[in-house]
């Protein structure tokens, strides 16, 4: 956008590329959930401001949403993007209990560290953390995580609110300091909280193994053993 401009028009070029990428971002609604084709929602910011991507691929946003960009840019408001999804209600994960077998692979999923737990025990979701972008449900080996519907009938915007936007983009920002959209190998991955996270993760023994405390190798072969105890749990209450 800034190549073809003179050098002394440029400075004043890319602070109005920063404003705008920012202005777009700000509409976005942060939940992280990548159905827009980039890694997060400031990456998608910078694609329609820099690129000339279509900026009515926010399933999360809606229609609202698509309304709000499109006042951004000086266009004409486009029909959401059916390759990128539909509109619909705000939702929540929820772990069941029964199946968790601890691997800590939707904490290190989640974008806005709204999993807590530790490695061999239950993980919990913290709903109002929880931005409902299902990034959980593909990792988890044992399909323990359930997605429900957490604004009724309520859509897009109408299901969002500034507020939650908010603190999912600072709840990002905390997550990505740690990990790095460009890390080479999540293995390396800190999974400790931020303060207020830890302060409500409920206490575990002093012995109970974490993330660290293992070589990768070795908590793959945990989730293996506890993927059979889970397939010999399932025969057994399947023939009962």
């Known amino acids: 956008m800034t190549a073809d401009l003179e050098p002394a028009a440029l400075p004043a070029a890319q602070t109005a590329l920063k404003v705008l990428v920012s202005q777009i971002d700000a509409a976005l609604p942060q939940t992280q959930c990548t159905r827009c084709g980039y890694p997060d929602c400031a990456t998608y ?47 929540v ?12 692979l939707c904490i290190k999923a989640c974008p806005t560290d709204a999993i807590v737990g530790t490695n061999k025990k239950m993980h919990t979701v913290i709903e109002p953390y929880c931005t ?8 988890c080996p044992v399909d323990c995580i359930q ?27 905390v997550h990505r300091s740690r990990v790095p959209l460009d890390s080479p190998n ?9 303060d207020e996270a830890a302060a409500t993760r409920p206490p575990f023994p002093a012995s109970a193994a974490s993330p660290r405390e293992s070589s990768p190798a070795e908590r793959q072969a945990a989730i ?10 399932r025969r057994t209450q399947g023939m009962s």
Request: charged share 20%; net charge negative; hydrophobic share 40%.
């Open 45 to 91: 910011a910078r694609a329609i401001a820099e690129d000339g991507v279509p900026f009515n691929q926010c399933p999360p946003g809606g229609a609202e949403g698509i309304a709000r960009l499109a006042a951004i840019l000086g266009q004409a408001p486009l029909p959401l993007s059916p390759v990128h999804g539909t509109e619909a209600p705000r939702t």
């Open 186 to 194: 999540l293995e390396d991955e800190d999974t400790s909280l931020p």
């Open 147 to 173: 997605i429900e519907n957490a604004s009724g009938t309520a859509t897009g915007w109408s299901a969002w609110s500034e507020p939650l936007a908010r603190q999912a983009r600072e709840r990002y920002a």
């Open 93 to 104: 994960a929820y772990v069941d209990e029964a199946w968790c077998i601890g691997c800590t």
């Open 132 to 139: 409902g972008c299902e990034l959980c449900v593909p990792v």
């Open 224 to 233: 293996a053993a506890a993927l059979e105890r889970a397939r010999q749990q």
